[in-house]
Nanobody, 121 residues
Framework: VQLQASGGGLVQAGGSLRLSCAAS????????MGWFRQAPGKEREFVAC????????DYADSVKGRFTISRDNAKRTVYLQMNSLKAEDTAVYYC???????????????WGQGTQVTVSS
C-alpha cells in the first residue's frame, strides 16, 4: 500500500484547506483511512478516520465540527476538509491506512509522507 498526501500550505486563522491522500497498491475500500498530525515537539496524534464497509467516521474533539473526512472511490483518494483553522492546527499531517477502525496509531500499518499545514494567527 502506498499513500501520497498533498494539499498542505500556509493559511490565515479562520481559513480553510483541503488535504488529499491518494492510495495505490490496495483494495481501497478494504481499509480504514485515517489522518494524524504531529506538531513540533509533540507526539503524533489522531485527527480523523473513516471506514466505508459500514460507513462510520470519528474525529478528535479538537477538530470535531471543523474538519470533515471523505473519499472519492474512483480516484482512490481520501480527503480532509479543514475549516475554521486555528494556529494550534499547525502540524505535519499524515494519512494512514489500517485494517481496523481505530484511533490507535499503532493499528495503522501504512503511512503517507506527511504534508505541512501552517496556520498564521
Amino acid at each position: 500500500v502506498q499513500l501520497q498526501a498533498s494539499g498542505g500550505g500556509l493559511v490565515q486563522a479562520g481559513g480553510s484547506l483541503r488535504l488529499s491522500c491518494a492510495a495505490s497498491g490496495c483494495t481501497f475500500s478494504n481499509y480504514v483511512m485515517g489522518w494524524f498530525r504531529q506538531a513540533p515537539g509533540k507526539e503524533r496524534e489522531f485527527v480523523a478516520c473513516a471506514r466505508w464497509s459500514v460507513y462510520s467516521t470519528d474525529y478528535a474533539d479538537s477538530v470535531k465540527g471543523r474538519f470533515t473526512i471523505s473519499r472519492d472511490n474512483a480516484k482512490r483518494t481520501v480527503y480532509l476538509q479543514m475549516n475554521s483553522l486555528k494556529a494550534e492546527d499547525t502540524a505535519v499531517y499524515y494519512c494512514a491506512a489500517a485494517r481496523d477502525y481505530s484511533r490507535d496509531i499503532s493499528r495503522y500499518d501504512y503511512w503517507g509522507q506527511g504534508t505541512q499545514v501552517t496556520v498564521s494567527s
